[in-house]
């Protein structure tokens, strides 16, 4: 099972992922946008800020494009482009960095003792048709590898994590995955890794207390946003 200093370090090094990678580039995303950056639909945003504000007024319809933009798509954009950087950190702490084609993380599964052969994903929705064929791929090679090394690799031992979601979540093609080999989805990932049942929830806490620590006060910075794209909106004589 791992320590409390190797779950600390993740859970730091998780932070400094969020710091270095995450809120640099969410906070760039949301500096830089202009009414330009938003494909408008008409119908809809002026339907979109009477549903949220209760008005259609140029502020409202900021709000409107703005929320979903800056709290939705870029940050998830932002996180799935960059999560290989903390899939390495978590290898450096948890046990190896693989130098197995499609693999991941190397790890003693702290539930059943053995010895994990893991490709890491970000969410329950990452993977599209092509990627089960790539990844079942990998694991096939692998198996035929330990058979010829006799190595003692069973089919189990070749897993997908998925660090976030609810098994539920999982998309048509993890599940066709499943069918093969395991794919552990968020806590139960963390605890096939960890030991620790609510590793999970405590990570995920971590990242939030990111902006917390860092005095990082993100209603003002988007409702400054919201003015200036009113403005535009103004501007131009609404949407």
Known sequence: ?????????????????????????HLKNLNSLKLKDFKVNPFLVNYLAAFLCGDTTPESLAKALIYPRI??????????????????????????????????????????????????????????KDDVATILGHFTRLQNKARID??????NDMIVGVLYGEKEELSGNYKNIDKTCPVYCGAEFWEHLTGDKLFYNQLAKAFGEVVEQDNIDGSQLILAKVKELSVEIENKGGL
Not at 1 to 25: A, H, V, W, Y
Not at 89 to 116: P, Q
């Open 1 to 25: 099972m791992m320590t409390d200093l190797q779950k600390q370090r993740i859970i730091e090094s998780g932070k400094d992922f969020f710091r270095k990678n995450i809120i640099p580039n």
């Open 71 to 128: 709290l939705g798509t870029s940050i998830n954009t932002s996180f799935g482009q960059k999560i290989q950087i903390f899939i390495s950190s978590i290898a450096e702490i948890a046990g190896s960095a693989s130098g197995i084609d499609g693999v991941d993380i190397e790890f003693i599964d702290a539930l059943d003792g053995r010895k994990k052969y893991c490709q890491c994903k970000a969410g329950p929705q990452t993977i599209n």
């Open 150 to 155: 006799r190595l003692p690799i069973q089919i």
